[in-house]
């Protein structure tokens, strides 16, 4: 069960990254939104829905790779998908704070 709402958890993602890479903001933080400026927008948004999507992805495959584990009694598998997981997130954080640092100063 868990490893479907990882993967639900990581389609919501994918979902909201590539809404961001339209260049609507809407679903970053108050504080993202108003310091971002207009023209930037759009760029900040590819970026920040980037690093959003990088992460859904590495969710879905965690999400998955844990239920090959379960279903094979292998717990590799988990290992491998918390790997992913995490080679996921630095990687897609590591682009959202580029993009925030660089449209908006900071990341807070």
Do not use: W
């Amino acid at each position: 069960m868990e490893s479907i709402i990882t993967a639900i958890i990581g389609v919501v993602c994918i979902i909201l990254g590539a809404i961001n890479r339209t260049g609507n903001i809407s679903s970053l933080h108050f504080y993202h939104r108003n310091r971002v400026k207009e023209q930037d927008r759009l760029p900040f948004g590819k970026l920040v829905g980037l690093g959003t999507i990088i992460i859904g992805i590495a969710l879905i495959l965690m999400g998955a790779l844990n239920f090959v584990a379960k279903l094979l009694q292998n717990d590799l598998f988990a290992i491998i998908g918390m790997v992913i997981l995490v080679i996921g997130l630095v990687i897609g954080l590591a682009i959202s704070f580029y993009a925030m640092k660089k449209y908006n100063g900071g990341i807070f």
